[in-house]
C-alpha cells in the first residue's frame, strides 16, 4: 500500500462532464505534484504546489484546474476534457521540492474520456 | 537534448540472476539528485533508491544498488537475486537545477521481463 492516496482508481467520463481527482498524504511532506502519463511512456509533470502554493504549471491547458486546500490534499478539477486527455494521472509528494527528495506516488487514477 | 537516456527498451533476465538498467544523463549543475523508480502493470510508481552528486559511495536499498559512475554520467541499476515480481518497468529520472525548482525528469524507461 502506498501512503499516497489517490481517488478514484479508475474514472470515465464525457466531453462535457465536471470531475476531480482526489490526492491526500498525511507523511506531512509541503511539496505535492500531479503527473499526466500515456501509456508505455514517462510521467509528465502538470504541477507542482510547494507549502500550499502553485510553484510549477508546465503549460497545462486550463480545462484541468489544480487546488491545495491544505497541506496535506491536493485535488485536480477537471472540465470540458479531450479524448487526448485520457491517461494515467499520478499524483506525488515529497518532503519538500528539493534535489535530494525522492517523490512517493499515489497508485493513480485511470482518467477515459468518452 | 534528452537529460536522461535509457538504451535498453526491454531486458530479459532469468530469475534468480542479476541484472543491469543502464542508465545515462546530461547536466552541466554540479547538483543533482539520480532517482530509480519501478512501475509494475498496476501503474504505481514505486521508488526505489536515490544517489546525490555529491554522495562518495554507490547507494545500496536491499538487492538494489546504483552503479554511480560521476565522470561517464552514468547512474546503472543493478538487481540482485531477480524475482518475478521484479517484472516491471523501470524509469531512471534526475532532478537539477537547470530546469524551473527542481523538475524531475524521467527517462523512457526499461520494461524488465524476469523468467523462471
Known amino acids: 500500500d502506498t501512503e499516497v492516496t489517490q481517488t478514484p482508481k479508475h474514472l470515465v467520463m464525457g466531453m462535457t462532464n465536471k470531475k476531480s481527482l482526489k490526492c491526500e498524504q498525511h507523511?506531512?511532506?509541503?511539496?505535492m505534484y500531479w503527473y499526466k502519463q500515456k501509456a508505455k511512456k514517462p510521467p509528465e509533470l502538470m504541477f507542482v504546489?510547494?507549502?500550499?502554493?502553485?510553484?510549477i504549471n508546465e503549460s497545462v491547458p486550463s480545462r484541468f484546474s489544480p487546488e491545495c486546500p491544505n497541506s496535506s490534499l491536493l485535488n485536480l478539477h477537471l472540465h470540458a476534457l479531450q479524448p487526448e486527455d485520457s491517461a494515467l494521472y499520478l499524483c506525488a509528494s515529497s518532503q519538500e521540492a528539493g534535489l535530494n527528495q525522492p517523490q512517493h506516488f499515489g497508485d493513480g487514477t485511470r482518467l477515459s474520456i468518452l | 537534448a534528452q537529460k536522461i537516456t535509457q538504451t535498453q527498451p526491454g531486458m530479459f533476465v532469468q530469475e534468480k540472476e542479476a541484472v543491469t538498467l543502464d542508465c545515462t544523463y546530461d547536466?552541466?549543475?554540479?547538483?543533482?539528485?539520480l532517482f530509480w523508480y519501478k512501475q509494475p502493470s498496476s501503474g504505481e510508481m514505486i521508488f526505489l533508491i536515490y544517489q546525490g552528486s555529491y554522495d562518495q559511495q554507490n547507494a545500496t536499498e536491499g538487492r538494489y544498488s546504483l552503479n554511480f559512475q560521476k565522470a561517464r554520467k552514468s547512474a546503472n541499476l543493478v538487481i540482485s537475486a531477480s524475482q518475478l515480481g521484479d517484472s516491471a518497468m523501470y524509469f531512471c529520472?534526475?532532478?537539477?537545477?537547470?530546469?524551473?525548482?527542481?523538475?524531475?525528469?524521467f527517462g523512457k524507461g526499461t520494461l524488465l521481463t524476469v523468467n523462471p
Open positions: 504546489y510547494s507549502y500550499e502554493k502553485l510553484s
Open positions: 547536466t552541466s549543475d554540479p547538483s543533482y539528485g
Open positions: 529520472a534526475m532532478r537539477d537545477r537547470g530546469g524551473s525548482n527542481y523538475k524531475l525528469t
Open positions: 507523511m506531512g511532506h509541503r511539496a
